[in-house]
């Protein structure tokens, strides 16, 4: 019988200025190209593209249930940086490296309910991908 291949969310695991984030269930990667246009006269009205991105960028979002403050600790912290170390580990052993700016964090707290958080962030510099070997 064959069994399907997949990660689980909760295998994907992430430290954010070296120390883990904790209440953290939702969390997501956009990975943008900005496209060049190199179209022209002679593209017969057909759009084109140079094949190398203009700016590359990562966008990153967590979500999830408040258990400590830290994210506002870091937004309020006494330095004025407001950009992070990211290290995300794979089940398979792959990690991706990038620094990331902090670009908003919100708490909502209900009155019968546990109090949740969403925060973005964008990358800063070049990431690093390391393959895993599994």
């Known amino acids: 019988m064959t069994v399907g291949i997949g990660i689980i969310g909760r295998e994907i695991t992430f430290t954010l200025g070296g120390g883990a984030l904790v209440g953290v269930n939702s969390k997501g990667f956009t990975f943008n190209n900005e496209a060049l246009d190199t179209t022209d006269d002679g593209s017969s009205g057909w759009q084109e593209r140079l094949a190398t991105p203009g700016v590359k960028s990562l966008e990153f979002t967590m979500s999830g249930i408040v258990k400590n403050l830290e994210l506002v600790n870091a937004y309020s912290g006494t330095g004025t940086s407001q950009i992070f170390p990211v290290v995300v580990d794979y089940p398979d052993g792959s990690q991706l490296e990038f620094d990331a ?31 895993g070997g599994a």
Do not use: I, Q, R, Y
């Open 101 to 131: 700016f902090m670009d908003s964090v919100s708490k909502t707290g209900e009155s019968n309910a546990l109090a949740t958080f969403d925060a973005s962030f964008s990358s800063s510099g070049a990431l690093t991908f390391t393959p």
